[in-house]
């Protein structure tokens, strides 16, 4: 396989090359990341995989896309993207997959100038059977702006071109070496590692996994629950749009997976403190749509020169973790800088500031973009016309927020009054005919909410109620039992739709293989891709119906299951998503 060398000289060498490295790059090392996934994902990648080394000192990135030939890396992915009305001529339609295309409207790849030593980009274009390597010394190049040099002349890359490719290889790889110290230290930042519901802050993660959060919320992925609402509270009627968004992201099938663990877009409401929500006697009233929280979807006024739509979810106390609070503006899908109050009137902000978060997709604000493209000139026409109408908005909701807010307090007024002004007779009465003076329960009462089992067999469904049953009548040690062969029977269910049922069986007796074999299995299994949260849940779940089942010395408190709650949810959850998509 012959190797010819050379240079490539971009097109567009030098305009706002200055800029970027005397202005800085992106705010955060996931903005820059973001470019390359943006890239990635107009490429038709089905797979992104982003690979950061033991010292933390290099990061490699990974895609499957169609890739590119050495002209299209000169032509398009090394030159430097110019800002106001050039920055927004950006191709626009649909990829041959049919996703709408991200386009450039950001500094581009480039993005990370500041932030290594060395980038050098490697790809092999479908059908061409040839591959080609660029690379360029970032750190000389920033030698050479400190001396005050024309930076044309040096914005040059060492290439590498090679024949003998399969025709049907096709790929991307981009290397950044040598990452500046400040990055590195971020990444090997100490944290938490679960992103459970004991979260209050992202800044409780680790580097790397805070990393990971932050793609996720503004790279074009999934959402961790497939919608930002949890299922239960969604109305199809009312809540169109969030269907529709998250169908297109399903739908584009496109992953993106850091260090192996799956990146998510971990939108989950409502989303209140776990510590104050446990403690609360009203958390009933919280969780309930229209007494503790609401969402409300919304769309552009007709012939605006800007066109968006999106939702806000306002609840009765703050939202947790505190980086989702606000709003996530999102431009062609993909977030512009986090969610933020975007300097919204002070006496809607007074109100519920902290209690709401939403997502509002945006055509028509790319030249109001600032230079590090994550935020938008204050100054621009067309942004501060869609901020007031966004604040227009969310003046009617702090009204519709002090008005649940005095609702719940009316209930709680009347709930004890009822209770004590209730003839004897007729509690008596009552109590015959329901066979228990408990109130009616609601779906915050249940452990597992039938919902999440919609069109599921009745193999599977009739254990829900057993379940619920179990924990009402606080048989502990049977409820455990019963969710511990409800994630079995789930299990044994997804490989039996995939086809890989003998997977799970005992090649020698032709018998089903052990629950703790079943779980390994499935946690293990790369045509899934289970994250830690995942896995650790199902573990923890199965071991607990272990004890309920074989330990006669233990009896199962209620606080011991209540603190898997949001753990049998979401394993379950996961699963039935797996059974029903039918692809990973």
Known sequence: MAVKTGKCVPREPAV??????????????????KEFVSNAFDADAERVDISVDDDCSSILVRDDGVGMTLGDFRDHYASIARTGKGAARTPRGRTNKGRRKIGRFGIGSLAVVGAAGRLSVRSVRRYSGEGFEASIDLAALRAQFDKGEDLSAHWQFDTKEWSG????????????ADLQPDVQDTLRRPGQRDLGDSLESVQQLSGIDQLGWQLG????????????????????????LLYSRSRELLGAAF?????GEPVQRRIVLPSYKPSRLAREPEASLRLTRGVGFEVVTFRSPARS???YEGYVAVQAAEVFPAQLQGILVRLRGVGIGSHRTLGLASSV????????SGEVWVDGLDEALQFDRESFREDNPNFARFRDQLASLLQKESQNFRDRSAKRARLRKEEPRKATTKPAKEARVETKKKGTGKKPHTPADELVPLEVFDGQPAYITRLIPQINGCWERAYYEACAVMIRRLLQTLIIELYARRGWLDELKDKQSGDFI????????????????MDGTFTRGLKELKELGDVAAHDFRVSLKKSEIERLRSKIRL????LTFYMRTGTT
């Not at 052990?514 to 891709?529: A, E, L, P, S």
């Open 16 to 33: 706002d090359l200055v800029g970027i490295i005397s202005e800085g790059t992106y705010t955060s090392f996931a903005h820059a990341l």
């Open 165 to 176: 490719e399969r025709r049907d290889s096709h790929w991307t790889e981009i290397e950044l």
């Open 217 to 240: 919320m503004i790279c074009p992925v999934a959402y961790s629950e497939t919608y930002p609402v949890l299922k239960p509270y969604l109305d199809r009627s009312r809540d169109r």
């Open 255 to 259: 992953r993106v997976f850091l260090n």
């Open 305 to 307: 020169p800007v066109t």
């Open 349 to 356: 902000m007074s109100t519920m500031a902290p209690a709401f």
């Open 514 to 529: 052990g629950m703790k074999r079943m779980v390994n299995k499935v946690c293990g299994d790369d045509r899934f891709g």
């Open 571 to 574: 394993t379950a959850e996961r």
